[in-house]
């Protein structure tokens, strides 16, 4: 029942665009996005709800089509600071089980 | 503000063992979950709980149980470890069940 991530992975200059996307055969609720660096604990970076709507967070934002079942998230200008792992996450149903895509690695050099 | 907590960090057990992981939360939150992190998986869920006394299933829940006794304390129990258990532990909570993530730093477990 995990959402699909593209591309598994990816490496960057510093300054260069990247997308990452997510999608799912069921219909969701909402969706997360997550990053991670080695050896951390995920960190939360935006939740996406229901209605199409597209955020924001300083040069990384992430749009929700909830017809297409997916969701994609949009890194801009790369910085060294963005490598790491990103995991979306989304829940069906009432929101009680929340599963993550298997993640994409995301390497950002100088 | 400790948010949420995880103990042990590290652990070493031989197959047949039993052993608790304990999550502690701080942040008065009602939802609170298991995962497992393996490399090329992702994070699964193992079980969640939407408040104290209610627990459910997740994805992988074969070899775990849990108890959700108050609302701060959500821990992880192995019944009889095997090899196929070596992984890394997350425990998250979230004011709502739909809502932002709160991991604790991580339980690595190592089977023999």
């Known amino acids: 029942q995990q959402p699909v991530q593209s591309p598994q992975a990816v490496i960057l200059r510093e300054g260069e665009d990247a997308v990452i996307n997510c999608s799912s055969s069921?219909?969701?609720?909402?969706v997360h996005w997550y990053r991670q660096k080695h050896g951390e604990a995920p960190v939360f970076l935006m939740i996406?709800?229901?209605?199409?709507e597209q955020k924001g967070h300083d040069k990384i934002s992430a749009s929700f089509n909830e017809k297409k079942q997916q969701s994609s998230l949009y890194l801009t200008a790369s910085q060294l600071s963005y490598s790491g792992t990103y995991f979306c996450g989304t829940d069906y149903v009432t929101g009680n089980q929340f599963y993550f895509g298997t993640g994409t690695s995301l390497t950002v050099i100088p | 503000n400790a948010g949420v907590t995880q103990t042990p960090k590290f652990q070493v057990l031989k197959t047949g063992q039993s052993m608790t992981l304990q999550c502690a939360q701080d942040?008065?939150?009602?939802?609170m979950s298991w995962y497992r992190q393996d490399p090329g998986m992702g994070l699964r869920l193992i079980h969640y709980?939407?408040?104290?006394?209610?627990?459910d299933q997740g994805e992988v829940p074969n070899g775990y149980n849990v108890s959700r006794s108050t609302t701060e304390d959500f821990p992880l129990r192995l019944l009889s470890a095997a090899p196929s258990q070596t992984s890394v532990y997350f425990c998250a909570s979230s004011p709502l069940s739909a809502g932002e993530l709160f991991f604790g730093e991580g339980s690595r477990l190592t089977v023999l």
């Open positions: 709980s939407v408040g104290a006394g209610i627990t």
């Open positions: 942040m008065n939150h009602e939802y």
């Open positions: 996406l709800l229901k209605g199409g």
């Open positions: 069921k219909a969701l609720y909402s």
